[in-house]
Protein backbone atom coordinates (compact mmCIF):
# COMPACT_ATOMS: atom_id res chain seq x y z
CA UNK A 1 0.00 0.00 0.00
CA UNK A 2 1.37 3.60 -1.03
CA UNK A 3 0.15 5.71 2.44
CA UNK A 4 0.25 9.21 2.00
CA UNK A 5 3.59 10.41 4.02
CA UNK A 6 5.51 8.22 2.13
CA UNK A 7 6.89 10.24 -0.86
CA UNK A 8 10.24 10.88 0.40
CA UNK A 9 10.40 7.11 1.04
CA UNK A 10 13.93 6.16 -0.49
CA UNK A 11 15.48 9.18 0.23
CA UNK A 12 17.14 11.26 2.95
CA UNK A 13 15.68 15.04 2.94
CA UNK A 14 17.76 17.09 5.62
CA UNK A 15 16.65 20.91 5.80
CA UNK A 16 19.46 23.44 5.58
CA UNK A 17 19.29 26.58 7.44
CA UNK A 18 20.21 30.23 5.68
CA UNK A 19 22.90 30.88 8.32
CA UNK A 20 24.34 27.37 7.35
CA UNK A 21 24.82 27.86 3.86
CA UNK A 22 28.16 28.70 3.25
CA UNK A 23 28.15 28.66 -0.87
CA UNK A 24 25.81 29.30 -3.35
CA UNK A 25 24.53 25.50 -5.20
CA UNK A 26 22.36 25.19 -8.11
CA UNK A 27 19.03 23.39 -8.00
CA UNK A 28 18.20 20.23 -10.03
CA UNK A 29 14.75 21.17 -10.22
CA UNK A 30 14.60 24.71 -11.76
CA UNK A 31 18.15 24.69 -12.55
CA UNK A 32 19.10 28.28 -11.10
CA UNK A 33 21.79 28.78 -7.74
CA UNK A 34 20.07 28.37 -4.25
CA UNK A 35 21.51 31.89 -2.97
CA UNK A 36 23.73 32.29 0.24
CA UNK A 37 21.30 32.40 2.87
CA UNK A 38 18.35 30.98 1.86
CA UNK A 39 17.40 27.93 3.73
CA UNK A 40 16.66 25.24 1.58
CA UNK A 41 16.79 20.82 1.26
CA UNK A 42 19.67 18.65 1.13
CA UNK A 43 18.54 15.68 -0.70
CA UNK A 44 20.37 12.33 -1.49
CA UNK A 45 19.27 8.77 -2.41
CA UNK A 46 19.16 6.63 0.91
CA UNK A 47 23.13 5.14 1.18
CA UNK A 48 24.43 7.13 -1.49
CA UNK A 49 25.83 10.57 0.03
CA UNK A 50 27.81 11.06 -2.84
CA UNK A 51 24.91 11.79 -5.05
CA UNK A 52 23.51 14.75 -2.63
CA UNK A 53 21.94 17.87 -4.21
CA UNK A 54 20.74 21.19 -2.95
CA UNK A 55 17.16 21.94 -3.66
CA UNK A 56 15.04 25.10 -2.94
CA UNK A 57 12.24 23.74 -0.66
CA UNK A 58 9.27 24.55 -3.27
CA UNK A 59 11.32 22.74 -6.04
CA UNK A 60 11.63 19.91 -3.61
CA UNK A 61 7.79 19.76 -3.14
CA UNK A 62 7.06 20.50 -6.63
CA UNK A 63 9.29 17.36 -7.97
CA UNK A 64 6.39 14.92 -6.29
CA UNK A 65 4.23 16.37 -8.95
CA UNK A 66 6.39 14.96 -11.59
CA UNK A 67 7.62 11.33 -10.36
CA UNK A 68 8.46 10.40 -13.57
CA UNK A 69 11.70 13.09 -13.41
CA UNK A 70 13.88 11.86 -10.34
CA UNK A 71 12.13 8.84 -9.49
CA UNK A 72 14.09 6.12 -7.59
CA UNK A 73 15.67 3.50 -9.94
CA UNK A 74 15.06 6.10 -13.34
CA UNK A 75 19.16 7.23 -12.43
CA UNK A 76 21.09 7.18 -15.80
CA UNK A 77 24.48 7.57 -16.73
ZN1 LIG B 1 14.87 25.47 -7.50
Redesign the pocket.
Given at each position: MDGAGNADEGWVVRPVTGAATTKAYR??????L?ELGTP?RVVWPVGALDDRRH??T???ARRHARPDRFRRGGRRG
Amino acid sequence: MDGAGNADEGWVVRPVTGAATTKAYRCPGCDHLIELGTPHRVVWPVGALDDRRHWHTPCWARRHARPDRFRRGGRRG
